[in-house]
């Protein structure tokens, strides 16, 4: 029997260095988890996926209730399965007689590249996805197994991730996943370059039951800088199924089907930093209060008894709640004696509510709420959602750039290269620069819809119904429209006070 072929030099020390940075967060990794989903903090130590008891090991629920939260909030921010949320944005300028005739081929590129979306499985794993930015990693794979079939994503959780910071911030990247050896040749149908032959492999394939190791890796190739490449190397069990030199899978966008995405990420390092790793200080510290108020209860709740015997009292260990200790015949009470023991349990019930209060925080899930008895005016209301949406967008940014932009730009490459979209858009053989638009962007555009109103409002309450006379209304609305991404609202073409021509 040959020796099975070893990974690549290149693989080999990408790999490593991916696993010495997993190796460091791992340990904080796991509390999260274990704090906002408690059982999957098992999920590093269980070898080829077997069944683990998800055994409840914390006294706090609230983390894991504000971590569901957070993760919809995010999928209504940037991906919300009612709205439309590819929407493009044409860079290069186009004459003005061709910009309705330009915008058309453009929208319907968007509702192609939607409804792709939308046949996948996306809205039903993006809360999946986006819950791992709690630990402030999310990563997803995105594949399409044969042409006629829509585009099949699934989230990857820490434990098979594997990344480094690479050339300009991006991240090389490996995923290691335990699958049924059975199912191997119908995991890499499609793509070219990978050979099962070894028979140590097909032993395994032909065994039912028997489980491999798969490990993806990929990393960008510079060696042309104004067009890097990605680089892909896949081994089974340790034996490398490429060829000696890694597959070259295409430039930068739309290529690699692994894409990871990072909330509030640090300079050189390559794991983001999420609310549950802020959070996690005033976890442990919460968990600890609400476990010494169940032991001060459970206290509370058991009598210390002390009785006459011809021995004497050892409290050298203390005294134990429930237990009644023999006292020396110099005890002289004819009755048994009770040991009041005060247990103030209201300290810890106060601290709760400035925990809690803490970890909303952390969460983005401080508001808004009604606090007290008056609830708040509609202005301070929406004052303070906006201040939580401003603060949780800057943290969340680096998503837009590293998960949701890559994830359009997969699904338009799929769908081109399974012959349902064009390679390009064009408009009389020029070629049409366009490229999504971030929802920040989407966001700042209704900030200057609000200022906008406000000023509007100030004029109406100065100039009554001359506002007219000093503001052209028609071209603010429509400047409004515009900002806002309204599609149903339209104005009228003719100009003010002119009656359009009736049919004979």
Not at 77 to 85: I, K, L, N
């Amino acid at each position: 029997m040959s020796a099975p072929l070893k990974p690549t030099k290149e693989f080999s020390t990408r790999y490593d260095a991916a696993k010495k940075w997993r190796d460091v967060v791992q340990p904080s990794l796991e509390e999260i988890l274990s704090y906002i989903c408690p059982g999957r903090e098992h999920d590093f130590d269980r070898a080829q996926t077997d069944p683990r008891s998800d055994e409840q090991e914390t006294f706090i629920s609230l983390p894991e209730e504000m971590a569901t939260d957070f993760a919809a909030d995010l999928v209504t921010y940037y991906c919300p399965a009612e709205a439309r949320w590819t929407e493009y944005l044409v860079t290069a300028p186009v004459p003005e007689d061709q910009v309705d005739q330009v915008k058309t081929i453009v929208d319907t590129r968007e509702e192609d590249i939607f409804d792709m979306i939308q046949a996948s499985n996306f809205n039903d794993i993006s809360p999946q996805i986006m819950f791992e930015a709690n630990h402030g990693t999310a990563a997803m794979w995105v594949e399409q197994g044969h042409f006629t079939q829509p585009v099949f994503m699934e989230a990857v959780p820490p434990h098979e991730l594997l990344i480094t910071p690479g050339h300009r911030g991006i991240l090389d990247r490996f995923r290691e996943k335990w699958v049924l050896a059975s199912t191997l040749p119908a995991l890499f149908a499609g793509w070219e370059g990978i050979s099962l032959t070894d028979l140590r492999l097909q032993n395994k394939i032909s065994k039912p039951g028997e489980k491999s190791k798969v490990c993806w890796g990929f990393w960008l190739d510079w060696t042309d800088p104004g067009f890097p490449l990605w680089r892909c190397e896949v081994t089974v069990d340790k034996i490398r199924v490429t060829p000696s030199t890694p597959l070259v899978l295409g430039p930068l966008a739309g290529t690699c089907p692994l894409l990871v995405g990072r909330f509030n990420p640090q300079t050189g390092r390559p794991w983001g930093r999420g609310p549950g790793w802020k959070a996690l200080p005033d976890m442990r510290v919460y968990n600890a209060v609400d476990e010494a108020v169940l032991d001060g209860l459970d206290q509370s709740l058991k009598n210390t008894l002390i009785y006459a015997d011809d021995g004497f009292i050892d409290l050298s260990e203390g005294l134990e709640a429930g237990r009644a200790y023999p006292a020396s015949r110099g005890f002289t009470r004819e009755q048994i004696f009770e040991m009041q023991r005060g247990v103030n349990l209201d300290m810890g019930f106060f601290s709760e509510d400035r925990l809690e209060e803490r970890i909303r925080e952390r969460f983005y899930q401080d508001g808004p709420r009604q606090r007290g008895d008056t609830p708040p005016t509609a202005s301070q209301w929406i004052d303070e959602r906006r201040r939580v949406q401003a603060r949780i967008g800057k943290p969340s940014a680096p998503l837009w750039k590293e998960l949701f932009l890559p994830l359009i730009q997969r699904v338009e490459y799929l769908g081109v290269q399974a012959g349902k979209l064009d390679a390009e858009l064009t408009h009389n053989e020029d070629v049409i620069s366009a490229q999504p638009v971030s929802p920040l962007q989407k966001a700042q555009n209704q900030d200057k819809v609000m200022v906008s109103k406000s000023n509007l409002d100030t004029g109406f309450a100065v100039f009554g119904e001359a506002i007219g006379q000093v503001v052209d209304v028609q071209a603010t609305l429509q400047n409004h429209i515009r900002a806002s991404g309204d599609e149903l609202t339209v104005i009228r073409k003719e100009p003010q006070g002119e009656t359009p021509p009736q049919d004979q």
